[in-house]
């Protein structure tokens, strides 16, 4: 119960709405216990009015006496109705306060959730599958909302009803009221065990449809290979075998759900049995009438919900809590990557790296050992090295994905710890290494990082980045949805696309990560001629497998397992005649042959 009491705030904010769903919920209570009273009157009167009727037998007086009777059973019958509808009015505003506050608070929760979400780091994204995420902010969600709805409504109601109702059966004969509430608790607990089997076979129909989807997923995605490895005979028969154990769940499923409803209509047919035997027993003792036997099996049939949800609802507010566990060692994570700054400053561009050592904290990756370079305002480095020896990470670091363990990065003499995180970011054009496009328009992909700039600025950044003349070339040009739902762009493209995201941003610091590799050489050069112009003040970093000749980079740094191998200028580093220098012969003589 106590992972439930993260609720309250909630319950707090909607407090007037549930006051007044607990005293609609009594009010229908008190209308479902006076139909039976009026009945054992009715019922009374009838048995005894039946008697004088047949002893006015022959008189004028007897038509009269049957006008009079028949009018107070009408009466009766009328307020029966009355009552029932009245008891129907509040049954449908107790609903409609206290369902309705419970989709107020799913939804508080779920954006409360999923704002939370966005402000947890990487490293946090890189500990929890995307699957966890989502099932966490839907089908935990829609558990705790059960309880917040349903568990709630029934529970008050179950108390009020109980209380009043067995208060009620005490008062007319306490003899009758303990035997005919004799099996109701075997119901309840006879409930509560079926709903967990049934809880638990449907949480395992649950994983196999998920299984099943994911392995749908995967073949959609992964048909091209699929088709072409001539694999469609072994998916099907992979996808038959686990469909078939959906199957056989679901069956089972069936079968303890056809056991329920049978069950625990014996349990109440056992109950009335009781009552009619046992009240008949005393009817003729004289200590009770026929009528309260009328009211006792109206009772014991208005017990039988009540006393059923009670199984029901434990087995609710159990899963609710379970799942509102889950739900809070999210909520409870706090963002690792915080500023204390709330001041956005104008950044210039001058760069250092003070013997920055940085593990990956999920794999104990040692990525960067002591690494230090400085970049004033306006100078261009690149990063060269063999693949994994921590080229991408100097990155992920700069932005701040990950915040380092030892040493300093400071952007105008300010650690970067101490900037504004989003002005930071804001300030800085990253292009990562895998690429990824929204699916939207390429007009909205490129503006992405600043909605606010108009067509001009777009299409002169798909210029810089040369892909000007692809988009023209689209079915919607700029207009032209790409990703999932839309037009598949080549892998090339999709890099100077959101190359041009970057650029027109405007940053003061540029930070790309391999974004030409999937670039023929030609298109390269093209990129290369208008950036050297777009980058002539600002600071940039270019990581790259291949070396570049046509930016004339201030320094070239290489790395080499986490550590700085070589930096110098290119000529500096041809002279030294090391890593760099045997990389660029290579290179030279591939283009060369
Ligand atoms: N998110 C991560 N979590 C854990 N370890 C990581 C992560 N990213 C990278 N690593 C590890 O850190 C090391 C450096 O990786 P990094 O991505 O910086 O290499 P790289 O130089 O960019 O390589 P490439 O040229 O292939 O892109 C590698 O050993 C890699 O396995
Ligand atoms: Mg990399």
Known sequence: MKHLSA???YFYRYKFTFLIGVLFVALSNIFSIMPPQAIRYAFDLVKDDIAYYQLFSGFALQERFYSIFSRALLLFGVSVLLMAILRGVFMFLMRQTLIVMSRHIEFDLRNDMYAHYQKLSTAFYKRNRTG??????????????????????????????????????????????????????????????????????????QAQMSKLTSIAQETFSGIRLIKAYVQEKANVHFFDQESDEYRHKSIALART????????????????????????????????????IAEFVLYVNMLTWPVASLGWVTAMIQRAAASQKRINAFLDTPPDIVSPNNQAVQLKGNLQFDQVTFTYPDTQIKALKKVSFTLRKGEKMA?????????????????????????????????????????????????PQDVFLFSDTINNNIAFGAPEVGE????????????????????????????????????????????????????PILLLDDCLSAVDAITEQAILEHLSTYLADRTAIVITHRIFTSINFDKILVLEQGEVAEMGTHEELLAQNGIYANLYEKQHQETTA
């Open 7 to 9: 609720l309250n705030k």
């Open 132 to 205: 966890d995420l989502m099932s966490r902010a839907t089908e935990d969600v829609i558990r705790v909302r059960m309880y917040l709805g349903p568990a709630i409504m029934y529970s008050v109601n179950t108390i009020v009803t109980l209380l009043t109702v067995t208060i009620i059966m005490f008062q007319t004969n306490a003899t009758l009221t303990a035997y005919v509430l004799l099996p109701l608790p075997f119901l309840s607990i006879f409930i509560y065990y079926i709903n967990s089997i049934i809880h638990r076979r449907s949480e395992e129909i």
């Open 257 to 292: 759900q056809a056991l329920f409803a049978p069950s625990m209509l014996l349990l109440v047919g056992m109950s009335t049995v009781l009552t009619i035997y046992i009240g008949g027993k005393q009817v003729i003792d004289g200590t009770i009438t026929s009528g309260n």
């Open 383 to 431: 990063i060269v090295g063999r693949t994994g020896s921590g080229k991408s990470t100097i990155a992920e670091l700069l932005v701040r994905n990950y915040d380092i363990d030892e040493g300093k990065i400071l952007l105008d003499q300010q650690d970067i710890q101490q900037l504004n995180l989003a002005a930071l970011r804001q300030q800085i054009g990253y292009v």
């Open 456 to 507: 001009t600025q777009i299409q002169q950044a798909a210029k810089d980045a040369a892909v000007y003349k692809d988009i023209i070339q689209l079915p919607d040009r700029f207009s032209t949805v790409v990703g999932e739902r839309g037009v598949t762009l080549s892998g090339g493209q999709k890099q100077r696309v959101s190359l041009a995201r970057a650029l027109v941003k405007q940053p």
